[in-house]
């Protein structure tokens, strides 16, 4: 956490001294080798969490995740507004810079004992024979795809809705917006649920309805039912990414948990690449409701495989949690 913290403190302040379009791709690639925060600080988490309350822990983690993800647009709009866009890179390259002072300060990680290491290393390439959790990641990367093919329609749907693109972009703002804060609020909860029904259970059902209400948008026609809509999807997509953390989490071992949620985070990176690629074409081809009800069904999909796996996942569970080292295959 701390590495990460300081080098993208770094890297943002080299985004304020780019002087053409070229050394800002250069600086963002730098950025993309730097990260590695939240991961770690995920992983933190997990280590000091009781197995009883994993669940809910990682989701006040993504509570967190997504309060920033809306705050952050929100406090850089008003900054470059006010001090430019430059100066607004310095700005927020001083904030990360007095967050992993933070928790320089006030972080501690507990080291484990010898006799409490394991005997032998686990090595990326053993760890990827880990059968669930392969599953696992590549349920995240077609997650985060299908969640991602409708961002790059968003606005046009929702000028369509309204009749004309006057405002479109304040709209389709404000239901990022209810989307977020539906997550904000469902992620803690479903963290509870998933402790206490069983955290498979919790994932197909947040898998099928977050599928269910998204493939409704083909009906919808109303900007406001749209709205409705999209925050009841909001709220139960939250439940998906903390109930597949905290089952990672299960299936690998201790000495391997800050790498596997690492692999986590690549995993939501490469669906949300995937995703805007894969709802333009689809857009381009056929129509923007089209692309919401594709995005239902690959969820409903999701939904059904986990249903299909839940014996087999908690099988992995199991075992992971009887012997404390070794990597379910």
């Given at each position: 956490?701390?590495?990460a ?11 304020a ?17 730097a990260?590695g ?5 995920m992983s ?14 990682l ?13 952050g647009?929100?406090?850089?709009g ?5 001090f ?9 390259a ?13 972080v501690?990680?507990?080291s ?13 390439m053993?760890?990827?024979?880990n059968k ?5 990641l ?6 985060q ?19 004309g ?7 389709s ?23 206490k029904?069983g955290?498979?259970?919790t994932?197909?059902?947040c ?11 083909l ?8 709205a ?53 074409f689809v ?13 239902g069904?690959?969820?409903l999909?999701l ?21 404390g ?5």
């Amino acid at each position: 956490m701390i590495r990460a913290g300081f080098s993208l403190a770094v890297t943002y302040a080299l985004f304020a001294v780019v002087r053409s379009p070229w050394e800002l791709v250069a600086a963002r690639l730098v950025h993309g080798f730097a990260g590695g925060f939240i991961p770690a600080a995920m992983s933190i988490v997990a280590s000091v969490s009781p197995k009883e309350r994993m669940s809910w822990s990682l989701g006040v983690m993504q509570s967190a995740t997504m309060t920033g993800g809306i705050l952050g647009p929100l406090f850089g709009g008003a900054l470059a507004e006010w001090f430019g866009f430059r100066m607004s890179f310095v700005v927020a390259a001083a904030v990360i810079f007095l967050a992993a002072l933070a928790v320089v300060a006030w972080v501690k990680e507990d080291s484990a004992s010898p006799a409490e290491a394991p005997a032998k290393p686990v090595r990326l390439m053993t760890a990827l024979s880990n059968k669930p959790l392969l599953f696992l990641l590549m349920l995240l990367v077609v997650f985060q795809a299908s969640y991602n093919m409708i961002q790059p329609l968003m606005t046009l749907h929702i000028a369509d809705l309204q009749g004309g693109m006057e405002d479109a972009a304040l709209s389709s703002g404000i239901v990022f917006a209810l989307i977020g804060i539906a997550g904000i609020v469902g992620s803690p909860l479903w963290g509870n649920v998933g402790a206490k029904r069983g955290l498979l259970r919790t994932l197909i059902l947040c898998l099928l309805a977050a599928g269910g209400f998204m493939s409704l948008q083909l009906f919808v026609q109303q900007l406001w039912l749209f709205a409705a809509v999209q925050f009841a999807f909001g709220l139960f997509m939250a439940g998906v990414v903390p109930m597949v953390n905290t089952l990672v989490v299960q299936n690998t071992p201790d000495v391997f948990r800050g790498r596997s949620l690492g692999l986590t985070a690549s995993a939501n990176q490469l669906g949300s690449m995937i995703g805007p690629l894969i709802g333009g074409f689809v857009g381009m081809a056929l129509n923007v409701h089209w692309t919401f009800f594709l995005a239902g069904l690959m969820m409903l999909a999701l939904g059904g495989a986990v249903w299909n796996r839940s014996a087999w996942l908690s099988r992995g569970s199991a075992k992971e949690r009887a012997s404390g080292r070794s990597v379910p295959g």
